[in-house]
Nanobody, 127 residues
């Protein structure tokens, strides 16, 4: 079955950095666009970043643009999220997700378009 397993979360001070990793199995990874979402306590899940199958296209939420970088390695079935200049408001559970929609350059911000989700990894940024 399809599995997405996130890792790399933790506790970091404001201004610090983390790298999240999502390892995928049970699917043809290169046929899926990938995304990162997050959910803070008491808030709705929100889109953070997305990357197309080919890695040619990426898209970021305004709140993280310029601080976060999404990338993927199709040979390793892995997607990454490098988070720099972290802020307390970045505190959330971060989820990776996979979508089969669209062509090789497709990126979507809509969570409902993603078919598979990981269990999440906690990121806590202290002030």
């Amino acid at each position: 079955q399809v599995q997405l397993v996130e890792s790399g979360g933790g506790l970091v001070q404001a201004g610090g950095s983390l790298r999240l990793t999502c390892a995928a199995s049970g699917l043809t990874f290169s046929s899926y666009g990938m995304g990162w979402f997050r959910q803070a306590p008491g808030k709705e899940r929100e889109f953070v970043a997305g990357i197309s199958r080919s890695a040619a296209n990426t898209y970021y939420a305004d709140s993280v643009n310029g601080r976060f970088t999404i990338s993927r390695d199709n040979a390793k079935n892995t997607v990454y999220l490098i988070m720099n200049s972290l802020k307390p408001e970045d505190t959330a559970v971060y989820y990776c997700a996979a979508t089969p929609r669209g062509n090789s350059n497709y990126v979507t911000t809509f969570g409902s378009f993603y078919a598979y989700w990981g269990q999440g990894t906690q990121v806590t940024v202290s002030s």
